[in-house]
Every structure is written in C-alpha cells, then in structure tokens.
C-alpha cells in the first residue's frame, strides 16, 4: 500500500467522467490495492473522505474513515468504501450549515460553510460487492454528499456556500478549538 499524490483543481481528471464497477471489479486484487491506497492516503492526509478521481482513478468510489473521531467534536466513523453509490433519498429543503474544506482544493486549507441536505438514504456496494442501503445523518451525511459530488466532478466550491464564511484552516482551527475550550457548543 502506497500514500498517492492528491490531485489540486487544475487537474482535468478530478472533472472527467467516471466509470461503474462490476462486482467482479470490486473485489479484484487490483482494487483491494487501489482501495488501500486510498485510505493510506487519507490517513496521510488528516482528511476525512478521498474519492477515487482525487487520486487520478476516473471510478465511481470513495473512501470515508474517521477513526478516533475528530478535535472538533466529529462522530467517529469506522473507515469504509463504497463503490457506485446513488443518494436516493434527500429533503432539499432541510439543509443545515457545517464547515467543509477539500484535499483537492488549496490542500485543505480553506474552509467554508456550506448547505447540505441533513439526512440522505443512500445505496451502494461494499468491498465485498454487496449491496448496502443506508439512511446517515448530520456529519455523516455531509461527508458522503462531499465525497458523492467529487465523483460527479463537483467540488463543495461549487455546492451552496454560505456567504462571507470563507477562512483559512488555521483561523478555523483557533476559532473552534478556542470555543471548545470554553465549552461553547459545536455544530455540524
Ligand atoms: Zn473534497
């Protein structure tokens, strides 16, 4: 297993069109490799989901993991891929605010608060090419939808960004981490 270089936005390959899996793809020795890669790098990265076009791999799956949660109050999320995921069900108009920032874009060092829906059921294959259906909610939902849109070529830039909340990571960092210590309550 390998930690890969994340592709940056000027890349054509994190825009290009990308291609289902069969089951007799997913649980190829190849894709064990690529899927492997996938969480090294995110590991590597501090992120806390990687879609497979961020690596140059034009294929519909992503990578979420979480372990340990995060400084910022996060769920853990035991580490998963998934592979040629649809969200089928989503209220459009219960979208909630919550910060969002991209290995993609500035290497993860702006962040901004974006809109998204606050509870998705979505369908997909595991590792083992079995097909999960799922309902996720709050921050859960909000890493798939990110990850989900990385695999239609979309980035959170161009997602509902809330205006004049754009920072860069450290202020975020010093601004949350500031509030968590004086037990101010986090959100999304
Ligand atoms: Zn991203």
Not at 67 to 89: L, R
Not at 107 to 128: G, H, K
Request: aromatic share 8%.
């Amino acid at each position: 297993m390998a930690v890969r270089e994340i592709l940056q936005i000027d890349d054509p390959r994190l825009f290009a069109r990308n291609a289902l899996f069969s089951p007799e793809d997913i649980v190829s020795d190849e894709t064990a490799q690529m899927i492997g890669d996938a969480f090294d790098t995110l590991q590597d990265s501090g992120g806390y989901g990687l879609a497979l076009p961020q690596m140059g791999i034009n294929r519909l799956g992503f990578v979420i993991g979480v372990p340990g949660g995060n400084p910022f109050g996060h769920e853990e999320i035991e580490p998963y891929a998934v592979f040629n995921p649809q969200i089928i069900v989503g209220d459009d108009e219960a979208k909630v605010p919550g910060p969002e920032s991209c290995l993609s874009f500035a290497n993860n060092q702006i962040v901004a608060s974006v809109l998204r829906r606050a509870e998705i059921v979505v369908v997909y294959q595991n590792i083992q090419a079995v097909r999960v259906r799922e309902t996720l909610r709050l921050w859960h939902a909000r890493v798939f939808q990110h990850e989900y849109d990385h695999l239609a070529g979309r980035l959170f830039v161009d997602g509902e960004v809330e205006p004049h909340s754009w920072t860069t990571r450290s202020a975020f960092r010093a601004q949350r981490l500031g509030s968590a210590a004086r037990g101010v309550a986090q959100q999304g």
